[in-house]
């Protein structure tokens, strides 16, 4: 514990419930860090002046769970990347986007105290991009809510079902996931939900494909309602383009429920040789993986200790511990 003077601050303007949100709400320790004294949007273009200015009279290390950084007094910051999807995924970002990465946070990989990220896919990707040392990066997996767990209720909709988790963006491959369901060879009352709201482009696909009364859209769903929908589901399929860790397969996984996802990116570190790996550009690979699990049940020999053993490099109580012994080596080295 750091007494009160001493305290790490802490961004806790990246509070949430999902994504980084989720990661800066689970590893904040009030016995070591302090929350920051601002408000606004942590990635406002402008609030790189703003933590500059804050951190001058705040003499104290920072850190941050996200992509934030000061323009100054880096040589006390600790950052958070989670990924470079803003840098490799040219739907998801725009010009001022890949500004302030290849400006603002490419300076700070080089003269930050610390990185964190969550996966060595990720790790190995900010080295390239940046010419920073491997050492300066630190791996801190995602952790599973307790939510998640094999004896949740299942979601029972009256027909069984594969489940898609994404939000519509293109990376997450979901017109393609779509079509593979589609070409499978499986029982015709098995449906395919997705969480979400419906887009126009996956409603329009599942009408060509004439599967759009085998299509539902589950809305915004609760910690509790996605364990279910997991635990109730034949299968999660998760073909993503593109993952800097890959939540809902440990999700999945946590439920005991068989997952499909894809060969690339942190997707076959974060799901160990537990999962069924596919080419997700290839949606006949897909359909064909999904033909194998459903009629042989091949996932379902998963030994339920193999899982468990595996879950353990995934708990938030790690990645905090993880986070502030890296920053306590820190302050020492620095004498802080």
Known sequence: MLNQQNKVIFDTRWFGE????RFATEVYDEDFFQPIKLKGNPVSIFDVIKLTIYLFFNKNFFFSPGFNAPFFFLHRTAITIHDLNHIDVDANTSFLKKLYYNIVLKRACRKAALIFTVSEFSKGRIVDWSGINPDKVKVVYNGVSS???????????????????GNRKLHKNEDRALRAFAQADIDKNIHVLFSGKPSDQLVNTAKELQIEDRVKFLGRLSEDELASTYKGALC???????????????????????VITSNTTSLVEISGD?????????????????NNLLENQVSKKIHKENINNHLRLFTWNKTRKDIKESIQEKLSEKGL
């Open 18 to 21: 999902h994504g980084i949100g």
């Open 274 to 290: 537990l999962c069924e790996l596919v080419n997700p550009n290839d949606y006949h690979q897909i359909s064909i993986s999904l």
């Open 147 to 165: 939510a998640f767990h094999q004896d949740v209720q299942p979601y029972l909709p009256g027909f069984p079902y594969i489940f898609i988790v």
């Open 236 to 258: 999660l399929l998760f073909p993503s383009l593109y993952e800097g860790f890959g939540l809902p397969v440990i999700e999945a996984m946590a439920c005991g429920t068989p």
